[in-house]
């Protein structure tokens, strides 16, 4: 090999090593980057859920660590001791229990060699930081059980989300197959009036809505928060309609063959395709049902035993503003069940956002 060649093959493998260091800098710097942002929004639940967890004395206690954690105390010789963070001769921080305050100079004892006897130390130990053990206090959860009526909470959000996600999704499959496969006049003026309610703040409905529902009696019941959503909502039908339209209509048509109606054609044929769309936006409107908080705090205000979770939490954060450990206990036991849900169907709810190119 000649000295040419072998310069050409030594520049050939800088050029290759280089590009892998360009690579491996870029997808580096991009992790970096997504485990930034993935940290900050996940910042908010970690500090709830170990708020959850914790004393609450520990709030206030001054040095307390941010996990949850319990002063820790030693038993010797019958009694009960706390346990300090105590600088040795060497500089080294030892956790030792403190069995005799003086002024000037006190009496420790060392929790892991019990047997080698007191320990004099020389310095104020109120100068000392307490030593903190990692403990979970799930008594909060309890606590917020029993004091919010979870159950009866569940149960009113349960019905409701439930009840309204079915009349919702039942409508907007109906009107979606209208708007997918009929052809009438005006089909696509009303399709787009119908899209333009996505843009018509509720705000503006409120008023005349409360005014209609308070003729009918409905005030103070479940009613207004569940019969509007069996008037199909344009989210839904759109999203229903976009999947509809990739169906091939030729299964409708080898159906008429056989004798099939329009509403045969729905339940044998357009319903069982369009389940990954169904489910999606099921799920879509159950959340949204689920975390509903204004119209079930406008519609319900005297009427505790049928307010939804949402409302129960925001009476409970109220009354126990003082003791953030139950508050965030109690919302993480209303977040339990949604995310419980949104894990198992995660594919389909994915899946929903894929076709839709749209979120509610």
């Not at 002024?103 to 060699?113: L, T």
């Not at 004091?147 to 989300?161: G, H, K, Q, S, W």
């Not at 204004?294 to 939490?313: A, H, K, M, R």
Request: net charge neutral; with cysteine; proline share 7%.
């Amino acid at each position: 090999m000649s000295a040419v060649t072998a310069r050409r093959e030594r520049l050939r493998g800088g050029s290759v090593l280089q590009g892998h260091m360009r690579g491996f800098t870029a997808r580096a710097g991009i992790t970096l980057l997504a485990i930034t942002t993935v940290s900050i929004f996940l910042m908010p639940l970690v500090f709830m859920v170990a708020t959850a967890f914790k004393d609450q004395s520990q709030l206030t206690a001054p040095g307390a660590p941010l996990y949850p954690a319990q002063p820790e105390t030693f038993e010797y010789e019958g009694e009960q001791y706390p346990v300090f963070d105590v600088p040795d001769v060497d500089g080294t921080i030892r956790a030792w229990a403190l069995i005799e305050a003086h002024r000037e100079d006190s009496v420790f004892v060392d929790p892991a060699n019990p047997d080698a006897g007191p320990i004099t130390w020389v310095g104020r130990w109120r100068t000392l930081e307490q030593h903190w053990a990692f403990s979970l206090n799930t008594g909060n959860f309890a606590n917020a059980w029993d004091t919010v009526n979870f159950p009866r909470l569940f149960f009113n959000t349960f019905a409701i989300a439930g009840l309204s996600t079915l009349f919702a999704v039942v409508s907007a499959i109906c009107v979606a197959y209208g708007f997918s496969r009929f052809r009438f006049p005006g089909r696509n003026g009303l399709f787009v009036v119908m899209l333009a309610t996505i843009i018509l703040p509720f705000q503006v409905t409120l008023v005349p809505s409360y005014a209609v529902y308070l003729a009918f009696g409905w005030i103070g019941t479940w009613w207004p928060l569940i019969i509007p959503h069996a008037f199909a909502n344009a989210y839904n039908v759109f999203l229903l309609r976009q999947y509809f339209l990739t169906i091939p209509r030729e299964l409708d048509e080898a159906a008429m063959i056989d004798g099939a109606g329009p509403l045969r054609i729905l339940r044998s044929i357009i319903v069982p395709q369009a389940i990954p769309a169904i489910v999606a936006v099921s799920l879509f409107h159950f959340f949204f049902a689920w975390n509903e908080y204004f119209l079930p705090l406008v519609y319900l205000q005297s009427e505790p035993d049928l307010q939804p979770l949402s409302v129960g939490l925001a009476r409970f954060n109220a009354l126990y503003s003082q003791e953030p450990t139950l508050i965030q206990a109690a919302a993480i036991m209303a977040m339990a069940l949604p995310v419980v849900v949104f894990f198992l169907a995660q594919r389909a709810f994915m899946r929903g956002v894929v076709f839709g190119g749209v979120e509610k």
